[in-house]
């Protein structure tokens, strides 16, 4: 059975930080290009983040978190990571992890952390 659990979120002031980690398990992680999604009140779900290593390793971010977030794996653990800085009111959200297979395109997903910035 296929299981995503993130963790980290909380509440921040403007410029902190935060790590957010995703668990995973049922699923041949290695195989699988990891991201984060986040999604803001009243918003659709936005891309954030990915990471695939198939290839070397090989990153990808939203310009609007560029140069503040870094997203990152361990297949050992089985686990992504997200650090966040310099967290802005804007990155308020509920934060989503997704796995997507690199042979069938399939997706899961979390059931996301809730990240606020404010003072």
């Known amino acids: 059975q296929v299981q995503l659990v993130e963790s980290g979120g909380g509440l921040v002031q403007p410029g902190g930080s935060l790590r957010l980690s995703c668990a995973a398990s049922?699923?041949?992680?290695?195989?699988?290009?990891m991201s984060w999604v986040q999604q803001a009140p009243g918003k659709e779900r936005e891309f954030v983040a990915s990471?695939?290593?198939?290839?070397?390793?090989?990153?990808g971010y939203a310009d609007s978190v560029k140069g503040r977030f870094t997203i990152s794996r361990d297949n050992a653990k089985k686990t992504v990571f997200l650090q966040m800085n310099s967290l802005k009111p804007e990155d308020t959200a509920v934060y989503y992890c997704?796995?997507?297979?690199?042979?069938?395109?399939?997706?899961?997903w979390g059931q996301g952390t809730q990240v606020t910035v404010s003072s």
């Open positions: 997704k796995a997507r297979s690199r042979f069938t395109g399939n997706d899961y």
């Open positions: 049922g699923f041949t992680f290695s195989n699988y290009q």
């Open positions: 990471i695939q290593n198939w290839n070397g390793a090989i990153t």
